[in-house]
């Protein structure tokens, strides 16, 4: 690969050292990569945030990408390290928790491979496999090392779906996705899903009853009220201007909230 690009994706946060360890590891092995950072700032040990959160920002990289996402609560266990291919290109490196799978099979995975931790460094941490599998993984990738040489075919892999919404009449059952860092609650309704013509509707969170209206950002509803717009995710979120709707309706990723959409 010609200064190849490898996306980050973890929880560890920046408080300590082991994004730049995770860095280091890859540039050990070339120093002409591109590092991009997803974020390091999924919630920690949620699997189903990451999973989301992958296969959007998947979406916006050119192929060839390799992108490396560990969200890792099982790190340690007899959970073994994947490596999907896909039709564009790309290359996804992690835990097999299937907190990849949306991303990659959204590009379709023409191969998939367990890592063989038997061909790693003598040495390395039960705890830290971002830095001593995976990094070392997408290192010895740019550097040009065959597959074979660390990995073997596989046609087993774990799961993880994002949930459809559920529609009954003119109510919609949905999950919270995830609360960004604005505040603002996305649902896992997708814009091809629902009208914005509807003008308005009924949220049912937390046992408390809301009435927004669906608007274009936003900016169209005033300080402070609450709002339902299609967020640059493409899901529909519930927003509150200027301010933090989760907060608000103390909600968090996973809650379940329901639209009653005008008949």
């Known amino acids: 690969m010609e200064k190849p690009i490898i996306a980050l994706m973890t929880d560890y946060g920046y408080r300590d050292t082991y994004v730049s360890e995770l860095k280091a590891v890859i540039l050990r092995h070339r120093r002409d990569v591109q590092l ?24 916006s990289f050119p192929e060839n990408t390799i992108f490396i996402c560990v969200i890792d609560p099982k790190v340690g266990t007899e959970r073994r390290g994947i490596i999907f291919i896909t039709k564009r290109g790309n290359i996804f490196i992690g835990p097999d928790t299937g907190i990849m799978y949306p991303a990659a099979s959204a590009e379709e995975i023409i191969e998939s491979w367990w890592i063989d931790s038997s061909k790693l460094p003598a040495r390395f941490s039960e705890t830290f496999h971002g830095r001593d599998v995976f990094a070392e993984i997408a290192g010895r990738i740019v550097k040009g090392e065959d597959m074979e040489s660390f990995a073997r075919r596989t046609f087993e892999y774990a799961k993880i779906e994002i949930p459809k919404p559920e529609y009954d009449g003119n109510e919609v059952r949905a999950v919270v996705l995830r609360v960004d860092k604005f505040g603002n609650i996305i649902t896992n309704i997708h814009h091809s899903e629902i009208s914005m013509k509807h003008g308005r509707a009924k949220i049912l969170i937390r046992g408390r009853g809301i009435t927004a209206p669906f608007v274009p950002s936003y900016g169209h509803v005033e300080r402070g009220k609450p709002a339902l717009v ?10 509150v201007n200027m301010g933090s709707a989760a907060r608000k309706y103390r ?10 959409l005008p008949r």
């Open 36 to 59: 991009v950072d997803i974020t390091h700032e999924v919630e920690s040990f949620n699997e189903f945030e990451a999973a989301f959160l992958l296969k959007e920002a998947a979406k």
């Open 230 to 239: 299609i967020g640059g995710t493409g899901y529909l979120e519930l927003a």
């Open 251 to 260: 909600v968090k990723a996973g809650d379940k909230i329901r639209l009653i």
